[in-house]
């Protein structure tokens, strides 16, 4: 009989029972979005799960959607990584990073002001972005130009890198929740035209394109994309 605590061949891995962990973004890395000694001790406290995912971590600087989220782009951020994962495995689990990019959810009072990019210039309306200074209303987003989006592609896949280099058992991409990738997905939020808006495959195509880079880093059996079609968070 195969139960909670069955162990489970999921992809390369090999876990010891199938409760896995969602992805819960706790602001707790600071300004400089460095993982730290707190995060260390609440990832160990879970490490009986068969798969912890890590929260929302941002592939590429500058896109903060929440106050102190951690990051994977900087060397500090590769050595506060490596010491969870480390404890983790210590503690004989197994973590997985989410990897992300906020898009029109990101907001200029996290990015020393610099406007939000997406797919098209839509703010999302419902809801606001908690600041320093409160909650603000989200703002117009910058339309990304197609020929910004390979440096999109290669920011995922150098936050692929660096996640291996902090030592984590695997990627899952956030395309899911009303982020960058779900924004180029969602016809809602994704108005272009080219090779990137219109069609279902169009729209899916940069979400692909990462899962290519990604994959060939880790391999295609340490990567899992998180996608929520039927989620209206974010619009
Ligand atoms: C505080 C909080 C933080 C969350 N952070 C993330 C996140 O970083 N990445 C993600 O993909 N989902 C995130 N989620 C969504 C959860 O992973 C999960 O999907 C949600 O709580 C609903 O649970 P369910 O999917 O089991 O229905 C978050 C949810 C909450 C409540």
Request: charged share 20%; aromatic share 8%; with cysteine.
């Amino acid at each position: 009989m195969i139960t909670l605590f069955t162990p489970l061949k999921l992809g390369a891995l090999n876990v010891p029972n199938r409760i896995f962990m969602a992805p819960l973004t706790r602001c707790r890395a600071g300004d400089a979005h460095i993982p730290n000694e707190l995060m260390a001790k609440y990832y160990v406290q879970r490490a009986s799960a068969g798969l912890i995912i890590a929260e929302a971590t941002m592939a590429i600087e500058g896109n903060s959607a929440f106050w102190q989220e951690p990051g994977i782009y900087s060397a500090e951020q590769i050595t506060g990584w490596k010491c969870v994962t480390d404890k983790v495995h210590a503690a004989d689990g197994k973590i997985f990073l989410q990897i992300w990019h906020g898009g029109r959810a990101c907001h200029p009072l996290l990015n020393r002001g610099a406007q939000p990019v997406a797919p098209s210039p839509i703010a999302i309306t419902n809801d606001g972005v908690r600041t320093p200074e409160g909650k603000k209303p989200y703002v117009i987003p910058r339309e990304l130009r197609d020929d910004e989006l390979p440096g999109i592609v290669s920011g995922f896949r150098k936050a692929a890198q660096n996640a291996k280099a902090a030592g984590f058992d695997g990627i899952e991409i956030h395309g899911a929740n009303g982020y960058l990738l779900d924004e180029f997905l969602r016809d809602g939020a994704n108005k272009r035209t080219g090779p990137y808006g219109g069609s279902v495959e169009n729209r899916a195509r940069l979400t692909l394109e990462v899962l290519e880079a990604v994959s060939s880093v880790w391999g295609n059996d340490r990567v899992g994309l998180r996608i929520s079609p039927l989620n209206s968070y974010n619009e």
